[in-house]
């Protein structure tokens, strides 16, 4: 099992930024992939970004350069640096970490950004 916190969310102007942080435990040892996605009410949840074991990242076209997904193995937390921010609906983000199974999911920390 994993259990995954995440923290940071809050209210951000327009072209301001927001750190992100999921702390992890549990059996760290399991996790091959930890990633950001997010949900807006009535929308379907999507990928934010994405990063690997062995440190591959990806990230949704919308953020690229704008974004930054990173880790902290020895801390076991895994971040998401948010610039440039732009106007959207209140979403929630979530870091999910893949294992072999079905992956973990935290409870999410909302994100609203004004315009």
């Known amino acids: 099992q994993v259990q995954l916190v995440e923290s940071g969310g809050g209210l951000v102007q327009q072209g301001g930024a927001q750190r992100l942080t999921c702390a992890a435990s549990?059996?760290?040892?399991?996790?091959?992939?930890m990633g950001w996605y997010r949900q807006a009410p009535g929308k379907q949840r999507e990928f934010v970004a994405t990063?690997?074991?062995?440190?591959?990242?990806s990230y949704t076209n919308s953020v690229k350069g704008r974004f930054t997904i990173s880790r902290d193995n020895a801390k076991n937390m895994l971040y998401l640096q948010m610039n440039n921010l732009k106007p959207a609906h209140p979403a929630v983000y979530y870091c999910?970490?893949?294992?072999?199974?079905?992956?973990?999911w935290g409870q999410g920390t909302q994100v609203t950004v004004s315009s």
């Open positions: 990063i690997t074991r062995d440190g591959s990242i």
């Open positions: 999910p970490a893949r294992s072999s199974g079905s992956p973990y």
């Open positions: 549990g059996s760290i040892f399991s996790i091959n992939a």
